[in-house]
């Protein structure tokens, strides 16, 4: 058993289950939390299987659903959906020890919501980009290797955040220990609103991101959102061939650059499709869309910065959602149009 106190995750789906997997691997005690009991009773008889390019190993673990966990946790890692997040929290909290934190591995800015539950210093900060899915109880998918950083919100280098940095090490080498951890998450805000752009779609991320008459679309929204960030006072961080600054200027080299390299790297993954898509394709669920990319009109409207493209993003997705209609490849093609926003 490797040293450190336990270590429990909450939401043992695709971005938990393999942070547990790996974990326990590594010798380190977890238990999973997960509201899904066929998932649980899998996860503690036959094991939690991660499976696909990246690595093949399966786990027995401790598993409860949240009625049925007891105890109190330091190390937490809460990886369930952002719009799951404050229920989460609701019955997390109990089970959270005096001198504990939760990290919050999930996307979008989460770690606002769970700072205004536990406390700013009971909250570490972490952007997640490798890309997984949950196949079927006690199976996930692990589709490819991505960026990993982690950090306290107010930048500071703890001891408890870089014990999180070396646990998390474990699943991506290249984890990034930063002091910019808001960076990170705006960089992801970016980014992940061009995935919901995709998911408009039934294309594959990195097809939806070619199409040269979604481009326009695809740089409003990037741009607005960097705007938003930047009037934020933050300072974006590139993730996984997204580059703020291209986004921001709108410089057509760069952002031509940043497209192919956004693309080349869809393009190496088994997981083809975001996780937005397979919520609407697949699980035929509501997605994250207002937890997530839905608090930056809200932001910008308080700092005087229109979001008219992301705005209307939203709208579609919640088309999508509500049955009013349904993907389709050119779905996200006309979301600039007209904004006099458009890129030339
Ligand atoms: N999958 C990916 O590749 C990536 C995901 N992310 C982000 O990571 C976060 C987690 O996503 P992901 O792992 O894909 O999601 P999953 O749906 O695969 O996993 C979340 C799990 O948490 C469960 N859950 C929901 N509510 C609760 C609750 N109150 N208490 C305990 N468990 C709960 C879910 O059950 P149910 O299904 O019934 O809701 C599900 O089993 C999201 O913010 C996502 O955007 C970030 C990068 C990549
Ligand atoms: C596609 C991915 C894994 C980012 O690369 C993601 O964040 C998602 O599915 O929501």
Not at 181 to 188: A, D, F, T, V
């Amino acid at each position: 058993m490797s040293g450190g106190d336990p270590i429990l995750i909450w939401g043992a789906g695709a971005i938990g289950g393999v942070l547990g997997a790996v974990f326990a691997r590594a010798g380190h005690e977890v238990h999973m939390v997960d509201i899904v009991a066929g998932h649980v009773a899998r996860i503690r008889t036959e094991g939690l299987r991660i499976e696909g390019p990246v690595e093949t190993l399966t786990q027995i673990l401790p598993a409860s659903t949240p009625e049925e966990l007891t105890g109190r946790y330091r190390r937490v890692f809460l990886a369930v959906k952002a719009h799951h997040t404050e229920a989460a929290l609701q019955a997390l909290v109990p089970h959270l020890a005096e001198d504990g934190f939760v990290v919050s591995a999930q996307n979008g800015l989460n770690e606002r919501v769970i700072a205004e539950a536990v406390g700013a210093h009971r909250t570490i900060g972490c952007f997640v980009n490798y890309g997984a899915d949950w196949l079927g109880p006690g199976q996930i998918l692990f589709g490819n290797r991505g960026g990993i950083a982690v950090g306290e919100l107010d930048g500071s280098l703890t001891p408890r955040v870089r014990d999180i940095h070396a646990l998390l090490r474990l699943v991506e080498p290249d984890a990034v220990l930063t002091e910019n951890i808001w960076g990170y998450l705006w960089g992801k805000m970016g980014y992940g609103a061009l995935l919901y752009a995709t998911a408009l779609t039934p294309l594959s991320m990195s097809d939806a991101m070619e199409r040269p008459q979604a481009r326009a679309a695809h740089v409003a929204i990037g741009h607005e959102m960097m705007v938003l960030a930047r009037r934020l006072g933050v300072t974006p961080v590139g993730i996984y061939g997204f580059d703020p600054e291209a986004f921001l200027t709108r410089d057509r080299a760069r952002l031509d650059t940043s497209f192919a390299r956004m693309i080349a790297n869809n393009r190496r993954t088994a997981k083809t499709h975001s996780g937005i898509y397979r919520d609407l394709a697949v699980r035929r669920r509501k997605t994250e869309v207002d937890a997530q990319i839905g608090i930056a009109p809200v932001l910008g409207a308080g700092v005087g910065v229109p979001m008219p493209a992301v705005s209307r993003l939203i709208e579609r997705i919640h088309d999508i959602e509500e049955g009013r209609c349904v993907q389709h490849e050119a779905l996200a093609d006309t979301l600039a149009e007209g904004l006099g926003t458009e890129w030339s």
